[in-house]
């Protein structure tokens, strides 16, 4: 009977101590372009800041050779594109820093596209509700360049991620029937 108790026991720790990994979680995103090189980088926030792991996005470190993704993924999220609009507008945003260098020898380019980012920079505080927003552009009329770095910090509702779990098992499951021929996919 003890060995019962302590058996429950453990797993309600371990539920307690994930739905803490969970909530407690933080989801930085970099973006660093300079000309023609892009990075992004994701660096991942768990249990009070205490885990922290680091994954860079683009460009992979290790070149493989994937297959690419067809339509045929796409028709998979046809039934699912609604719930995960509804999980993308429940995201909240706590930081948004940017700062972004443009030049170009061309005036009126430069002012085109100074004008450009600031309209978007102007909805952007519509759109995402943030704590902190940082917004940089500084153009340059002299030479012929895009610099710039920008931060997203992300943190997930608890209820949102919970909600995730059944529609990801679902995108997976119908994947995998795909794989093995069980789906007609003469549609």
Known sequence: MRYLNLKYISIYFLILLILLL????????????NNEIITIKLKIKLLFKLIRINL???PPKKK???????????KLLDGEIDNIFNLIKKIK???VYSDIYFGNDNP???VYTTTVING??????????????YLNITPNFTEDSIKGSIKLNIKFRLISMIKAVPIFLRIIRLKKLTKEGDLNDSN
């Open 93 to 95: 945003v706590d930081e």
């Open 64 to 74: 493989k050779n994937k297959k690419k993704g067809s339509l045929k993924d796409l």
């Open 56 to 58: 860079q996005l683009y």
């Open 108 to 110: 009126y380019i430069t």
């Open 120 to 133: 978007v920079y102007g909805n952007i505080i519509n759109i995402l509700p943030c704590k902190k927003l």
């Open 22 to 33: 969970i909530l407690y979680s933080h989801f930085i995103v970099f973006i660093n372009f």
